[in-house]
C-alpha cells in the first residue's frame, strides 16, 4: 500500500497567515491526489483533487500543487473557518485508498 | 440536494455484529461506485470498502477481510455495511462516500454513524 506521510502533523497560525501543509507519497503517484478540509464532528468535505483542481464551491484563497511524490496545500490568507484538519488522498493505486495522517491547523 | 445518510451505528460487545445503511439521494445512486471511510476517536481518516455501481467489483481493507461484508441495493438507493467479529479496534466513526465519476476521490460523505465495540 501507499503511505501518505503530511507534516505538520500540527501547528498554529494567525487569521491573514499564508500556510502551507505538505504531503509526501511513499512512490510516486503522479497527480492523482485529494484534499480534504475536516471540522469538528463533521464530515470531510472535499477541497482539491488531481493535485491542484479546486472543487467547485471552494474559496480561491486554497491552491494545491505537486506532483510525483511531493504535494502541497496552501492557504493563501486565512480565515476563521479555515481552522480544522486537513488530510491528503491519494487514488493512484488502489485498493487501498490511504489518508495522511492529518494536519490540524489550530489559532494562534 | 445530494445526501448520504448513514445509520444503524451503537453499541456492540467485542465478537458481536452489526449492519449499517445509508441511503442516498439527489444523484443516481446507480452510477456511482460506494465506499466507506471510518475514523477511529481522535485519529485519521481510513478507508474500509468499496463497491462498484454494478456490485461487479468489491475491495476491503485487510483489517476487515473476512469480517465486513459490503453489499447495495439500487433499487432502493441504499448501502449497507455488514460487520461480524467486532474488535474494539473497529470503534469508529463510519461514514458512506460516493467515488466521483472517473476519478478516485470522494464525494460527497455522509454525515456517519458512530460504531462502539465494548464489553
Known amino acids: 500500500a501507499i503511505r501518505m506521510t503530511q507534516s505538520p502533523s500540527s501547528f498554529s497560525a494567525s487569521t491573514g497567515d499564508r500556510v502551507t501543509i505538505t504531503c509526501r507519497a511513499s512512490?510516486?503517484?503522479?497527480?492523482?491526489l485529494a484534499w480534504y478540509q475536516q471540522k469538528p464532528g463533521k464530515a470531510p468535505k472535499l477541497l482539491i483533487y488531481?493535485?491542484?483542481t479546486l472543487q467547485s464551491g471552494v474559496p480561491s484563497r486554497f491552491s494545491g500543487s505537486g506532483s510525483g511524490t511531493d504535494f502541497t496545500l496552501t492557504i493563501s490568507c486565512l480565515q476563521s473557518e479555515d481552522f480544522a484538519t486537513y488530510y491528503c488522498?491519494?487514488?493512484?493505486?488502489?485498493?487501498?485508498?490511504?489518508f495522511g495522517q492529518g494536519t490540524k491547523l489550530e489559532i494562534k | 440536494e445530494v445526501q448520504l445518510v448513514e445509520s444503524g451505528g451503537g453499541l456492540v460487545k467485542p465478537g458481536g455484529s452489526l449492519r449499517l445503511s445509508c441511503a442516498a439521494s439527489?444523484?443516481?445512486?446507480?452510477?456511482?461506485?460506494m465506499n466507506w471511510v471510518r475514523q477511529a476517536p481522535g485519529k485519521g481518516l481510513e478507508w474500509v470498502s468499496s463497491?462498484?455501481?454494478?456490485?461487479?467489483?468489491?475491495y476491503y481493507a485487510d483489517s476487515v477481510k473476512g469480517r465486513f461484508t459490503i453489499s447495495r441495493d439500487n433499487a432502493k438507493n441504499s448501502l449497507y455495511l455488514q460487520m461480524n467479529s467486532l474488535r474494539a479496534e473497529d470503534t469508529a466513526v463510519y461514514y458512506c462516500?460516493?467515488?466521483?465519476?472517473?476519478?478516485?476521490?470522494?464525494?460527497?460523505w455522509g454525515q456517519g454513524t458512530l460504531v462502539t465495540v465494548s464489553s
Open positions: 462516500a460516493s467515488l466521483v465519476r472517473g476519478g478516485g476521490w470522494f464525494d460527497p
Open positions: 439527489g444523484f443516481t445512486f446507480s452510477s456511482y461506485s
Open positions: 463497491i462498484s455501481s454494478s456490485s461487479s467489483y468489491i
Open positions: 512512490q510516486g503517484i503522479s497527480s492523482y
Open positions: 488531481a493535485a491542484s
Open positions: 488522498q491519494q487514488y493512484y493505486s488502489y485498493p487501498p485508498y490511504t
